[in-house]
């Protein structure tokens, strides 16, 4: 068997690595922008909101070349693993299961979580209320997974939605009993628009068990995650933070 000459090891195995290396100086941040006020398009097809505000103001801070990259939901975590994105900027909630694949930032932001109905249904957000009900969530969030796990034993019919706007879509043309999702995408997002016209919380606020909301990484990018935790910390201490939800809120969306 004929021996590779170490060189050629060394420059294919430097060849591999920077094939799948972070871009120097360029952060992509995969974003799904059909959750308003958090992430959204204007109509000239730019990227806009809060996620999209803090972000471009992070990444001016760590002196980087924000990049957006648009995506399904469900598909950031494997897009992040495959290096088609250096990280996740979508309001992605930091949840223990997700600490096992993926690296998180310090908290962005936290909000509850809310079931949305027509105006005066009899269901409230528990699963004995919602016994037999049919209730929508979009792929790959906390709130798919809350539901499969806590109402679908009891008799609830959890459908997944690739977008936000599609659970929206059906449950205003009356194919879903209740919406669950934040608070506030729920209520900027569609009871103060002329779509949600009709409808409104059902129920209490959920608490999901989830530290809030943070910047996804790959666990290898410890250097990144210092970077942006610096930039969330100033953010939050010169009043830029603040500033910037002033822009979309009327209260502190950094607590609960």
Known sequence: MKKIPSIVLSLAVALSSSAFAREA????????????????????????????????????RIHAHCQWVELEFSGMIPALQARKIDAVMSSMAITAKR???????????????????????????????????TVGVQAGTQF??????????????????????????????????????????????FLRTPQGNGFAFAGGPISMGDRGTGIGMRKDETALQAQMNDAIAGMLKDGTYAQIARRYFDFDPYGN
């Open 144 to 189: 798919e997974t809350y539901a499969l796990a806590n109402w679908a034993p009891a008799g609830v019919h959890v459908v997944t939605y690739k977008s936000q706007d599609e659970v929206f879509a059906d449950l205003v043309n009356g194919r879903l009993d209740a919406a669950l999702l934040g608070y506030v995408e729920a209520d900027y997002g």
């Open 25 to 60: 100086g360029t952060v992509h941040l995969g974003i799904d922008p059909t959750y308003p006020p958090m992430d959204a398009k204007a109509p000239d097809g730019s990227l806009k909101g809060f996620d999209v505000d803090l972000g471009n103001e992070i990444c001016r």
């Open 99 to 133: 600490e096992q694949q993926i690296l998180f930032t310090s908290k962005l932001f936290q909000f509850k979580s809310r079931l949305v109905a027509r105006k005066g249904a009899s269901f409230g957000a528990t699963a004995q209320s919602l016994a037999g009900k």
